[in-house]
T-cell receptor, first 116, second 110 residues
């Protein structure tokens, strides 16, 4: 069965510090990978998605970036965090096959980031 | 702008009753529909997927889809306090993009 690992679970970082969140998927090949952010009491905002190694699509302009160095690894980074970067960051995967149109997303446990 | 709309709630339902959660979407070409449950402080968890008009049942959960009315719903029978959560509706539109509703907060009263 497929599993998704995301770490760390919680993070407190000062403004201006760098960020690196990592996500890995097991039990599937060539998944579609996603980074979402959820502000407190708000809906899900898609930040980045990837359909393959080195292929990253950005949905919103911001000081965050994403990379996919391996098939099942997805990394979210920032060089300098802002207060507005606080939130609940979720990594997700879906099947990257011909039937992927109907494939749901499966989420990791999330990282709660507080920028102070 | 393609949209998925849900009543934010909270929707309060007595224990043992049927909870009915509703979702409407704007893109008539949408083909895939999903319901997720999100407990406070946790990540969303997939409950149901539905792709064809009609009803789909899984245990106490029934998803209903009406593409003509652009309406999808989730029924929870014999509601339990553990069903208290925010329920997110998600729709894959005609461009394969997943559009999320803002969620409905459900409270099951013992």
């Amino acid at each position: 069965s497929q599993t998704i690992h995301q770490w760390p679970a919680t993070l407190v970082q000062p403004v201006g510090s760098p960020l690196s969140l990592e996500c890995t998927v097991e039990g599937t090949s060539n998944p579609n990978l996603y980074w979402y952010r959820q502000a407190a009491g708000r809906g899900l905002q898609l930040l980045f998605y990837s359909v393959g190694i080195g292929q990253i699509s950005s949905e919103v302009p911001q000081n965050l970036s994403a990379s996919r160095p391996q098939d099942r690894q997805f990394i979210l980074s920032s060089k300098k965090l802002l207060l507005s970067d606080s939130g609940f960051y979720l990594c997700a995967w879906s099947a990257g096959t011909e039937s992927s149109y109907n494939s749901p997303l499966h989420f990791g446990n999330g990282t709660r980031l507080t920028v102070t | 702008q393609k949209e998925v709309e849900q009543n934010s709630g909270p929707l309060s339902v007595p224990e043992g009753a049927i909870a009915s959660l509703n979702c409407t979407y704007s893109d008539r070409g949408s083909q895939s529909f999903f319901w997720y449950r999100q407990y406070s402080g946790k990540s969303p968890e997939l409950i149901m997927s539905i792709y064809s008009n009609g009803d789909k049942e899984d245990g106490r959960f029934t998803a209903q889809l009406n593409k003509a009315s652009q309406y999808v719903s989730l029924l929870i029978r014999d509601s339990q306090p553990s069903d208290s959560a925010t329920y997110l509706c998600a729709v894959k539109d005609s461009n394969y993009q997943l559009i999320w509703g803002a969620g409905t907060k459900l409270i099951i009263k013992p």
